[in-house]
Antibody
Framework: QVLLVESGGGVVQPGGSLRLSCAAS????????MHWVRQAPGKGLEWVAL????????DYVDSVKGRFTISRDNFGNTLSLQMNSLRAEDTAVYYC??????????????WGQGTLVTVSS | QSALTQPASVSGSPGQSITISCTGT?????????VSWYQQNPGKAPKVVLF???KRPSGVSNRFSGSRSGNTASLTISGLQAEDEADYYC??????????FGGGTRLTVL
């Protein structure tokens, strides 16, 4: 079955960096776009970043653009999110999600269990 | 891009039907109307319950249905059951490789 397992979360000071990873199994990883979605404590879901199936294109929500970098290793079946210049408002559970379908009609079909990132001094 | 607008909470008794609305603009729901809906139980990851506006993934009860009118998409749950109590989120593509979620709706089964 599809399995997505995030790791790398933790406590970091404002201005610090953290790298999240998502290990994928149970499906053809290189055949799917992958996303990061986050959820601040007690708040709703927020789309963060996308990377196309082959890594040829990426995009980000405006609030993280220039600070976060999404990448993937289609040989190792791993998705990553490099987070720099972290701010308190980046505190959230970060989920990796597999995307199925086209951009306009697609959806987040599988989710990891999430990893908590806390930005605090 | 602002979050799509959902009611903060809805409630219903077992057996009743409830509808959760998801209101956007002509730039998101009105243009890319094939929204998806997610159910999230406390402390758990979201799970898709509808995609392409009206389609149910395998394993999702046919009590879940979707519709759209103009810039508003809706999720209806009929024959409400205690297990339906959860948070629900809509999601729409907004163009330019960006997506936006609704603010979420807490469903309480009375």
């Amino acid at each position: 079955q599809v399995l997505l397992v995030e790791s790398g979360g933790g406590v970091v000071q404002p201005g610090g960096s953290l790298r999240l990873s998502c290990a994928a199994s149970g499906f053809t990883f290189r055949g799917h776009g992958m996303h990061w979605v986050r959820q601040a404590p007690g708040k709703g879901l927020e789309w963060v970043a996308l990377i196309w199936f082959d890594g040829s294109d990426t995009d980000y929500v405006d609030s993280v653009k220039g600070r976060f970098t999404i990448s993937r290793d289609n040989f190792g079946n791993t998705l990553s999110l490099q987070m720099n210049s972290l701010r308190a408002e980046d505190t959230a559970v970060y989920y990796c999600a597999r995307f199925d379908g086209s951009n306009s009609a697609g959806y987040f079909n599988s989710w990891g269990q999430g990893t908590l990132v806390t930005v605090s001094s | 891009q602002s979050a799509l607008t959902q009611p903060a909470s809805v409630s219903g008794s077992p057996g009743q039907s409830i509808t959760i609305s998801c209101t956007g603009t002509s730039s998101d729901v009105g243009s890319y109307y094939l929204v998806s809906w997610y159910q999230q139980n406390p402390g758990k990851a979201p799970k898709v319950v509808l995609f392409e506006g009206t389609k149910r993934p395998s394993g999702v009860s046919n009590r879940f249905s979707g519709s759209r009118s103009g810039n508003t998409a809706s999720l209806t749950i009929s024959g409400l059951q205690a297990e339906d109590e959860a948070d629900y989120y809509c999601c729409s593509y907004v163009g330019g490789n960006h997506w936006v979620f609704g603010g979420g709706t807490r469903l309480t089964v009375l």
